[in-house]
């Protein structure tokens, strides 16, 4: 979202807090979840198409998942914010050509998945369904999609799951909240309604969803990756998880910015999968 576009709606939110705090943090609640769906170009479908392509279910939200056949070890690709499967297009074909397994799934509110809401706990559930159904051993999650793998692994302890890869993932709930109420100018009456909203929906303070410190418990082998300049979520996040997951390793790149799509990211990936 535009700064200049986020400080008039946040501005339009603090007015409405004037006279309704709690109206002004269930709006501000909603922006937050409410990605915005890109629109598959027809090569890119035309990739998917290539894939066994089927529909699960989690309560009421259908999951769009996509394979590609291959005889050794299922890896199952998590995407991050306003992405879907195909942002996987590149790691997809190099996976392929060493005969991997692979299952790909579309979010909550993105790609064909369905539902208009998205939020890592309900991702984390829709990836638990995924695991399950494919019997993946090797996840590897970019952004929130990390942070979801982790809530997911932390909950369930698979342990048919052997790897986790974690691609500029963020660490815990607290500072992604605080990053949004910055970028949109938020004042006080509705970050507190915002912490007391999530506690009424989750039974949690947005403190105790902190990722890095789930990993603590979490016995399959990690790999870390984390672009030292991410302005999206920044390197001290990746610190984080290096100080708890204590069965991970940490590469940190530079140049790469937050979506960490190179040949060199890649590289890493197959050469921590195929060990």
Known sequence: MNNIIAKIIGSFVNFISLFSPRTAGKIAIRLFSSPRRKRLKEIDKDFLETAFIEDL?????????????????????????????????DLILKLKALDYNIIALDAPAHGLSSGKVFNAVIYSECINVVVKKFQAKIIIGHSV??????????????PTVEKLVLLGAPSNFVSIFQRYVNMMGYNTRISKTINDIIYERFNNKPEHFNAAKFSETIVAQGLLIHDKHDKVIPHSDAEDFRTFYKNSKLITTEGFGHTLKSETVNDYILEFVSR
């Not at 309560?59 to 996987?88: A, F």
Request: proline share 0%; charged share 25%; no cysteine.
């Open 57 to 89: 279910k989690y309560d009421d939200i259908s999951i769009m998942t996509y394979r590609w056949l291959g005889k050794k070890d299922t890896v199952l690709l998590v995407h991050g914010w306003e992405s879907n499967s195909v942002r996987w297009k």
């Open 145 to 158: 999609g990390g942070m979801a793998t982790t809530f997911f692994q932390y909950k369930y302890q698979l």
